[in-house]
């Protein structure tokens, strides 16, 4: 179970305060699993662990088979939610440089799609000059501007570079069964095609194809992930604050009552960045609503300490953070003796990195408390593919459970749609004129 450590968060509250939101809590999480509150038809991710892999999931893993035999490069092209959830997999596992060194048999993963630049593009571009390539299309609604232009430029060059047939056979589609222009183009063309359930949000959708078949790719275990967030649904339904799932929930909103609005999400892991990123989308697309909600925000420690640690120590009181700890790797560095011990670090000698680690982090951890930062401790214990699946569903769960607790909508985010309104009437997309 991950164990949520709430002793570091107390100063101006006291447990008496947090015990008072029980009530609160417990009828949050009735409503989102009775299905009763708002938001209700996108519960499907709930439905999305397996304990045995399904007919789609052994779908994926051939598909992530061929790819991997016949692929130097796989390009996942998608933006938010459908990306950020493979990108933060395949770089906690497997560490941000994960694609150094690749090739044929575990093919380089980049992601296209999520942006509009240039420069991004030609260095994919680069990337992809004198290899094999296949691309895996995500868009649930199929008419997502940013990857709808990187699939026309993708699919030209696969097609250019093996004809229309062999580009057929390196082009995989992830979208809705049934509607949108990705599952037209799809079916008229001939791709391989797996769904993202309707009932499924974007943010939501990490355990379904759309998370599932670039892990594969990237030689995940994603039975082991699934088992993990199946375990995740049966260990967090708990109804008393023995689940960390309330105590983080619930943890979070009393705060946030006492004026701390902003979240750093953080860990001591560089691969943990885009864990961040996918974070910081599911609880922010799930609470920025209705002029409500607390910031996410993430950091990378200790490299942030030299950065955003004077504004954490020091700035306005306004925030706390929920440091992410994961257990020691097995395979340890220990910092050797040097006999001129000319940069002062004999008295380190003998000790392991991780060791300095825990003690930056215990340090940093008192500093920021005495400073007015309340810190919540989430240890997940062992990083493993399982392990990945039940932090997956853990925050899914705590966040809906929040998010009800806050009183807004988890499941939607009509404030996306504002940029895209402007954005088209700028460039003339037909149906979007100036009125
Ligand atoms: O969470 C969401 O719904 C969004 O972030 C979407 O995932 C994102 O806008 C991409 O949408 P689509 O998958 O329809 O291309």
Redesign the pocket.
Known sequence: MIKVDISNVWGDLSLPDLLALEKEVFAAHKTLDEGTGAGNDFLGWQNLPVNEPTEEMLRIQKAAEQIRADSDVFVVI???????GPRAAIELLQGPNHNIGKGKGNPQIYFAGNGLSTRHWNELCRLLEGKDFSIAI???????T???IATRALRWMLERKYGTEGAKKRTYAI??PAK?A?RQMATEEGWETFV?PPDV?????VLSP?GLLPMAVAGIDIVAMMQGACEAKKTYDIRSFENPVWLYAATRNLLYRHGKKIELFESYEPGFKMLGGWWQ?LFG?SEGKDGKGIFPATAELTADLHSLGQMIQEGERNMFETMVRFAPPEKQYVIGPDFKNLDGLNYLAGKTLDFVDEKAYLGTMAAHVDGGVPVITMDVGELTDKKLGELFYFLELSCGVSAYMLGVNPFN?PG?EMYKRNMFQLLGKPGYEAK
């Open positions: 998608g933006i938010g939610g459908s990306y950020l995500i868009s649930k609604s199929g008419t997502t940013e990857p709808a979208t809705d949108g990705l993202i949000g974007g943010r939501f959708s759309v989308q697309e985010q996306v």
